[in-house]
Each structure stands twice: as C-alpha cells, then as structure tokens.
C-alpha cells in the first residue's frame, strides 16, 4: 500500500519560514520497522516547499522530492522502502497508456530503471543529474556491473536524443509562429 507523506503525521515540524506564513521546508521525522529482522529505523530528513499561484486565486503548495529534486504534488513510501520519493523515483502507477506519447518522459523512465538496476541502492537517479554513477553492490562481477553501466550510457544517451528531438519540434512550432518579417 502506499502511503501519501501527508497521512503521516507522526512528526513533521516547520523549520524555515520564507514570509513568516510559508515555511520552505519541512523535517519528516519518522520510524521505519523492517518486516523481515523487526529493527527499526530513526529516520530525519527535510523536504524543500514551494509555493505556485493558482489561476483563481491562492497559492498551491508543491514538494520538491527528496531524491530526484522534481517539483511533485506526493510522496510516496511503498512497501518496503526506508525513504518518500515522488512517484517516478519509485516507478509507481505508469501505465504503457499514460507513457505514450511523451518520448522525453518515457526516455528518462528507462534511464532510471536501468541506473537502479545497475546501482547497489536502487537509486533512480534523473538524466539530468550528472555526473553521477550507479554503485557496484560488492558480490557483484565486475564484468556484469560493467554490463549495466552500459546500459545506463545508452539510456542516457537515448534520453538525450529525446530531449533533443523535442526542442527540435519547439523550434519548429516557434518559427511558425514568428510573424513573417517584411
Ligand atoms: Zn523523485
């Protein structure tokens, strides 16, 4: 089950006021029991908050995700995990659908599942966040670890592409918008 970071009230406290009324950031402060050895956890960390005006009026407050630093409106901790990561940090509810039609988007997913594949935390870090390297797992051959680290330069490189073939298309769109000039 997931958990949104808002149903988790067993303790956050604001810790930095930007205008007295907006706080910046947030501690989550919680306790995390492992399933499998019953040991738990002491966990503290801040998650950053911003704020953007909505078209009717009033603010909309936003979290920066912890791991990956996007803009998202949740958190997640699912099953098993120590830490709240926004939903594409942890892959969750992506369907081929909902993919489709987004090349830059389904490029970075690939690039985040083949980093956490390859790095010995799981963690899915962004293309954008360079330079930055999965870790090898000790037990890992070095030859195989060699293998997935390939596939992240080609996930990244592909990502890259993608990105590029969009802001194509943006210059496109733009250049048939200038007025034409006399
Ligand atoms: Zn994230």
Same mark, same amino acid.
């Given at each position: 089950m997931l958990a949104p970071a808002r149903a988790t009230s067993a303790g956050h406290h604001i810790t930095?006021?930007?205008?007295?009324?907006?706080?910046?950031?947030?501690?989550?402060?919680?306790?995390?029991?492992?399933?499998?050895?019953?040991?738990?956890?002491?966990?503290?960390?801040?998650?950053?908050?911003?704020?953007?005006?909505?078209?009717?009026?009033?603010?909309?407050?936003?979290?920066?995700?912890?791991?990956?630093? &996007?803009?998202?409106?949740? +958190?997640?901790?699912?099953? =098993?995990?120590e830490r709240f990561a926004c939903r594409d940090c942890y892959d969750i509810g992506y369907t081929l659908s909902r993919r489709s039609g987004d090349p830059v988007k389904e490029a970075e997913l690939r690039y985040r599942r083949a980093f956490a594949k390859a790095d010995a935390d799981d963690r899915r870090a962004h293309p954008n966040t360079e330079p930055y390297l999965p870790e090898r797992p000790p037990g890992r051959p070095f030859d195989h670890h060699a293998e997935l680290l390939e596939d992240v330069h080609d996930a990244?490189? &592909?990502?890259?592409?993608? +990105?590029?073939?969009?802001? =194509?298309?943006?210059d496109e769109l733009l250049e048939k918008r200038a007025p034409q000039s006399v």
């Open positions: 930095d006021d930007v205008d007295e009324t907006r706080a910046a950031r947030f501690q989550l402060i919680y306790t995390s029991t492992s399933t499998r050895t019953g040991e738990t956890t002491e966990h503290e960390y801040p998650v950053r908050l911003e704020y953007a005006a909505c078209h009717f009026g009033g603010v909309r407050p936003w979290f920066r995700c912890p791991a990956c630093s &996007e803009r998202v409106g949740k +958190l997640y901790l699912p099953p =098993r995990r990244h490189a &592909e990502y890259h592409d993608a +990105l590029q073939e969009h802001l =194509r298309s943006l």
